[in-house]
């Protein structure tokens, strides 16, 4: 019987499970792969040493102190934001909105800060700042959550819709508190957070106890195992009575409440002013990738948002072409997501021979 | 037979993992002619059509068609045959016309007109007596009308081998006489039509020949007019197979849910429950036999909260007679009431008045145990969620058809899969999983689950250890009523029996059984009665001990009935 269908010399077969150290496995190479051949491009497209260029890029992360402290407090924004958005992802609710949702939390915190500044002392100022950050966020996850419930819209739309209406909303509240024009709210001189060792360290520690929080309330409370079994099928959800509206609905209200806390730690412990562009800069979606790569596990979100912000660290400022520092960034994640793949599949080759043979006998 | 042959299968033969769906199947299709495809459940009626229609490709054995050696990878390569499908469920745009939901996908290389298609379409409808108008979007249509625009795609692609899967399933007997009505006009114009079907009085109505399955093989292909319903349903169902199932007799026979003329209708307004009544009783199995798609997923769901109904009561009679009152579910006031209707009794049977008596003395006859109830309590479970049927304190339990995806989450492991119907116990915010996991190990022990560990995702378990598991822990939940769809199916021998015996020991500890199957043997063996379903209606309750498969078969098939259905639905049209 001839075939008139040209047929690839192998398939493609989903796999059971790869037991932990092979999969471990499978992503280290994965990153060295990577890594050489990022040092293979560094010779051929800079002209540079593999070894100069990696060197470089550890400098700029690791080589003083400030540095380093600067680099982990990067790495808690980021977690933070990732955490945040982690019990959505659990529930299969695509978040597309942290941005927004931070972004609003941080204009809260400035709004109570920038009027209530002058009359509140600052402990009850933090309070008020963090709960209508909270709210704020809450807000955000709530109504995307409510239309999902009650009229199944797209929550992936809605969301990052959600995004530019909090963008344009801190446009328009900066354009109403700057009279001068610039579109810059300089910083405020209230409601920072007390500096302990430095302006970083509390920031650090309290993301680090929100890792924790999250940790246990997705694997050890009722509404976090409430969460996974909507996420993994909701009609195995409804035959065991969970109400799905009322878990999604509660759930993004967490997810964009704990995206408030990270609007409010960014407005009270760094930037004290807010911004559109930079008060969140595009971290809602990095957060995506960080909760993705850690399989929605909070405590492995700890390596994956230190090693992205490492990448994004190590190559803001390289000294050479401005491309290159994105090839590297770019190379090392297609290897890390590409070999999911083979994680997930193996490529079987057909034994060309023996199916001839079997054919002709 | 003069007619020229159409299509031919000589030894064809598809295999679904070890399953094998089609084994050596040989099938002559004439010009001209209706062939009906007659057979039970899964006994790959579908499968082999589709392997006509390029839906799947045969493992061995090869199709001609005209004679000629046809290789039929996907249905475009069928259409380049001249085969076209109408498929069960239709594949339609609903934004479309019925119009642009005929020339979808087709690239002859001409310029398209919209004007043209319409003429087209409205030329073929006419030749063969369709009422359609193809201007008409497809939100718009009614599902006979739907089914219409199916069959005219096949015809647009100039298809003269026209394959049918239940037709008549969705339609109304007025709509199906049409129907046939047109296939007849198609036979004259020489086409040739396969029908998949299950009732039988419309094989003997239409079709020219039937061939019959059984269990993946062809029976036999014999000419309508030589044959009878009987003997049709004797081939379908095959010689009575002994499985010596354990069947007790049922003990202290109580009604536990009274399913008063329910009525459900799908999302095409189809009925899928059509005045369903009957009653299952504690201590007892009662079977439910009906070809797939009869209503039975319908109606445990609905039992189950998942579904909401049209019409009609789910009464529940929980156990109650002779037992204690409790304050745990009804308040001072509720038991106080309840005592003046004359509902409860002392244990001499004395009847109970609290005229005179005061608060505390109430509360001291009723907390030592002394006032028993009369009657079980009465309710309607009818519009109750899962969780709302819980909290009245109704243990109902059920083993659904969709065991990953329904009734236990693949991903997760044998503990929290156990702790799916009971981590709500209790006020704290964190689940416990000392007791499933104590209650996976149990299962594990007691029905021979085989797993590496209870904290295996149960997706990696195989079919029958799976059912186990998810048998198991509904048992566990002690309940009143038991309701298993399928909970055999895909299962090995062994593992078929511990689930005999499972359901047959809840039925000796009081529990009201439902049993749905679709081997009829076990039903015949296993259960102490019969309820047979067809198209959403009861058509029967049958004496297990007495009920035969062919009876049985017959009621599925539902051919008297449909007389009876067609009578009163002309005597009422003349009413009119």
């Known amino acids: 019987m001839k075939n008139r269908k040209f047929e690839l010399p192998f398939h493609i077969v989903k796999r059971d499970t790869m037991p932990l150290w092979k999969s471990l496995a499978v992503r280290v190479a994965a990153i060295v792969i990577s890594l050489l051949l990022c040092s293979v491009l560094s010779v051929l497209l800079i002209n540079k040493s593999p070894l100069v260029f990696f060197e470089t890029m550890f400098k700029a992360v690791f080589s003083r102190d400030i540095l380093i402290w600067q680099f982990a407090k990067d790495t808690a924004v980021l977690l933070c934001i990732a955490l945040a958005i982690t019990p959505a992802f659990r529930m299969r609710f695509w978040n597309i909105g942290a941005e927004g949702q931070t972004l609003i939390g941080a204009l809260a915190a400035v709004t109570v800060a920038f009027y209530l500044g002058e009359s509140l002392p600052n402990g009850i100022l933090l309070i008020v700042m963090f709960a209508a950050a909270v709210l704020a966020g809450g807000l955000w996850g709530f109504l995307p959550a409510v239309f999902k419930a009650k009229w199944n819209a797209n929550e992936t739309l809605f969301t990052l819709m959600m995004n530019y209406v909090a963008m344009e909303l801190v446009n328009f509240c900066i354009s109403v508190w700057v009279q001068s024009g610039s579109g810059v709210l300089t910083p405020l001189s209230v409601g920072h957070l007390p500096t302990v060792l430095n302006s970083y360290f509390l920031l650090i520690a309290i993301v680090l106890v929100i890792t924790v929080i999250i940790h246990i309330y997705l694997r050890q409370t009722k509404q976090g195992y409430e969460i996974s079994v909507v996420g993994e099928s909701e009609n195995t959800a409804r035959y065991v009575g969970i109400e799905v509206n009322k878990v999604i609905i509660r759930t993004m209200i967490i997810s964009g409440a704990i995206c408030g806390i990270a609007g409010f730690l960014i407005v009270g412990a760094l930037d004290h002013t807010v911004s559109a562009e930079s008060t969140v800069g595009g971290l809602g979606f990095i957060a995506i990738m960080v909760s993705w790569l850690a399989k929605f596990n909070p405590l492995a979100m700890i390596g994956t948002s230190a090693f992205i912000t490492f990448l994004r660290r190590g190559t803001k400022n390289l000294a050479i072409r401005a491309a290159f520092p994105d090839i590297v960034v770019g190379t090392v994640l297609f290897f890390i997501i590409g070999c999911e793949f083979f994680i997930n599949y193996k490529i079987k080759f057909r034994k060309a021979n023996t199916t001839d043979k079997g054919g002709k006998a | ?576």
């Open chain 2, 1 to 576: 037979m003069n007619k020229p042959i159409a299509l031919e299968m000589k030894n064809v033969s598809k295999y679904f993992g070890s399953l094998a769906a089609n084994k050596n199947v040989d099938l002559t299709v004439y010009r001209g002619e209706i062939l009906a495809i007659l057979g039970e459940n899964g006994c790959g009626k579908t499968t082999l059509m589709n392997m006509i229609a390029g839906i799947y490709y045969p493992d061995s054995g090869s199709v001609y068609v005209d004679g000629k050696e046809a290789v039929i990878h996907s249905p475009k390569d069928a259409f380049r045959h001249g085969i076209g499908m109408v498929h069960q469920h239709f594949k339609l745009v609903d934004i479309f016309t019925a119009a642009e939901n005929i020339v979808l996908g087709i690239d002859d290389g001409k310029k398209y007109s919209i004007n043209e298609v319409n003429h087209k379409v409205s030329e073929i409808a006419d030749k063969y007596g369709f009422h359609i108008d193809p201007k008409k979007k497809i939100y718009d249509m009614s599902v006979s009308e739907k089914q219409t625009v199916e069959i005219l795609k096949v015809l647009y692609r100039g298809a003269d081998i026209l394959i049918l899967d239940e037709p008549s399933a969705v339609l109304t007997p007025q709509e199906t006489d049409k129907l046939f009505d047109v296939l007849r006009r198609m036979r004259e114009d020489g086409k040739s039509i396969l029908i998949i079907t299950h009732k039988l009085h419309e094989v003997l109505s239409i079709s020219d020949r039937v061939a019959v399955l059984r269990k993946g093989e062809h029976i036999a292909t014999v000419e309508t007019a030589t044959t009878t319903a009987p003997l049709l349903t004797e081939m379908m169902v095959g010689q009575k197979v002994e499985l010596n199932i354990n069947r007790p007799e049922p003990k202290n026979v109580r009604d536990r849910l009274e399913i008063v003329d329910i009525s459900m209708k799908d999302a095409d307004g189809v009925n899928v429950l059509d005045h369903v009544s009957f009653t299952a009783r504690s201590g007892e199995i009662l079977g439910i036999a009906g070809i797939a798609g009869s209503g039975q997923r319908e109606l445990l769901e609905a039992i189950a909260g998942l579904k909401d109904l049209e019409s009609g009561k789910i009464i529940f009679n929980r156990p109650k007679k002779n037992l204690p009152v409790s304050f745990y579910h009804k308040t001072y006031a509720e038991v106080v009431a309840l005592a003046n209707e004359g509902r409860f009794h002392y244990e001499d049977g004395t009847p109970v008045d609290f005229t005179g008596m005061s608060h505390s003395h109430i509360c001291e006859l009723v907390n030592s145990g002394k006032v028993l109830f009369n009657e079980d309590d009465v309710m309607d479970l009818r519009d109750k969620t899962p969780l709302q049927i819980r909290e009245l304190g109704v243990r109902l339990s059920f083993v659904p058809e969709d065991r990953l995806g329904m009734g236990l989450v693949g991903n997760m492991d044998l503990v929290d899969n156990m702790m799916l119907r009971s981590y709500r116990k209790g006020h704290s915010l964190f689940v416990d999983r000392k007791k499933p996991s104590d209650l996976a190990k149990k299962i594990v022990d007691d029905l021979n689950v085989s797993t590496p560990s209870t904290h295996t995702p149960v997706r990696r378990l195989s079919g029958g250890n799976v059912q186990k598991v998810l048998v198991g822990r509904e048992i566990a939940a002690a309940p009143t009523v038991l309701m298993a769809a399928y909970p055999v199916r895909g299962l090995d021998i062994n593992s078929s029996y511990t689930i005999y015996d499972l359901l047959t020991e809840q039925k000796e500890n009081g529990v009201a059984v439902i049993f749905v199957g679709e081997d009829l043997d076990v039903l015949v063996e296993l259960c102490d009665r019969i309820l047979v379903l067809c198209a959403g209606r009861v058509t029967a309750v049958l004496d297990g001990k007495t009920a035969t498969k062919e009876e049985i078969g017959l009621y599925m098939t539902k051919t008297d009935f449909d007389n009876e259905e067609k009578e009163s639905g002309t005597n009422e049209e003349s009413q009119i």
